[in-house]
Structure formats: structure tokens, C-alpha cells
């Protein structure tokens, strides 16, 4: 009777310990799925910019074609948005593409006669959508790679979830807060 009922207890034990590494392997696959998920919204948002940003440029091109520099630092720029591949690279970049902006309106605030354009305030409209988008999905991504982080560094998963291939994951974060603290201003 006794063996049964030390038998009982390890089988017991057993079945408690493997729903617990069951539960927390699976909770760590979501998290993981979703931090992947925000990432890909990230680089989608960031994508459709650099995709509005060539059409901004000919707008503006037609009235200040003599300010060639601004132009080919917004496209350096937007080239570096585009090619970045993880949250570190994204955020340099970022930080980047925010100062571009900024010198790209300002040469357009010198133009009256643009900023009346109906392209140029459609292509505005649509900038500052997207910039809230990636504001939105910057969020959504660091909340995930928050709660990741935290599920693998508690304990008792800190013993363990690396073992299984998980790993904490980086935040989007910019080299210079200061730098996209505001968006590029807009509105004229």
C-alpha cells in the first residue's frame, strides 16, 4: 500500500510538472508568435512610409528642384528604413528618416503655392496616418517583447526556457529619443 502510494505521488508530481513545462512552453511559442506578428506590422508601417515618401519628394521636387541635397538625404534615409532588418537597425534608422522629414518640410514651408497643392496635403494626411500606425505598432511590439522577456526571466522558466531555444528579444528603441519625440511637423 505504501508503494502504491508513493508511486501515486511521482506520477502525481510527474503529470503537475510536465502541465506546467506544457503551459509554459506554449504561453512562450504565443508570446514569441506575437512579438514576430508586431515586428511584421512594424516593417509593414515603416514599408508603406518609405513607399509614400518618393511621391512627397516629387511633389515638393517641382517647387524647390534646386534643393538637391535635402532630397537625396530624405532617400538615403528612406533606403535605410527599408533595409533594416532588426529593432536595433530600425531604430537608427528611424532616428534618420525623423531628420530627413524634418529638413524636408521645412524646405517645403518656404513654397506657399505647395503647401496649398491637393497632392501635397493628401500625401501629408496620409504621412501622419502612418506615422501614428508605427507609433501604435512600436507599441504593440514592446509591449509583446515586454511580456517575453518577463515570462523568461521569472523564476522557476529562467531555469529552464533557454534550454528550450527561447531567448529574450530587443526592444525598438532610437539612438536619440529627442529625435522623434515629436513627428515631423506637418501642418503648415
Known amino acids: ?53 518618393p ?24 533606403s535605410e528604413t527599408v533595409n533594416a532588418t532588426t529593432p536595433a537597425e530600425a531604430g ?3 532616428n534618420h528618416f525623423q531628420q530627413a522629414l524634418k529638413s524636408l518640410f521645412a524646405v517645403a514651408e518656404a513654397y506657399p ?9 493628401q500625401l501629408q494626411g496620409e504621412l501622419v496616418d502612418t506615422e501614428d500606425k508605427i507609433q501604435a505598432s512600436r507599441r504593440f511590439y514592446n509591449g509583446g517583447v515586454r511580456e517575453l522577456n ?7 522558466n529562467t531555469l529552464f526556457v533557454r534550454g528550450l531555444g527561447f531567448t529574450e528579444r530587443e526592444f525598438f528603441e532610437v539612438d536619440e529619443p529627442s529625435a522623434i519625440a515629436e513627428p515631423p511637423k506637418v501642418q503648415f
Open 55 to 78: 511621391n512627397l519628394i516629387e511633389a515638393v521636387k517641382g517647387y524647390a528642384a534646386h534643393e538637391k541635397q535635402v532630397f537625396e538625404n530624405v532617400t538615403k534615409a528612406r
Open 1 to 53: 500500500m505504501e508503494i502504491l502510494i508513493v508511486v501515486a505521488v511521482i506520477v502525481l508530481l510527474v503529470v503537475i510538472v510536465g502541465g506546467y513545462l506544457w503551459a509554459t512552453y506554449n504561453g512562450l511559442v504565443r508570446l514569441n508568435v506575437r512579438v514576430d506578428e508586431a515586428w511584421s506590422d512594424i516593417t509593414v508601417q515603416l514599408k508603406r512610409r518609405a513607399d509614400l515618401i
Open 150 to 156: 518577463t515570462k523568461i526571466k521569472v523564476f522557476p
Open 92 to 94: 537608427v534608422a528611424e
Open 113 to 121: 503655392q505647395l503647401q496649398a497643392n491637393q497632392n501635397f496635403l
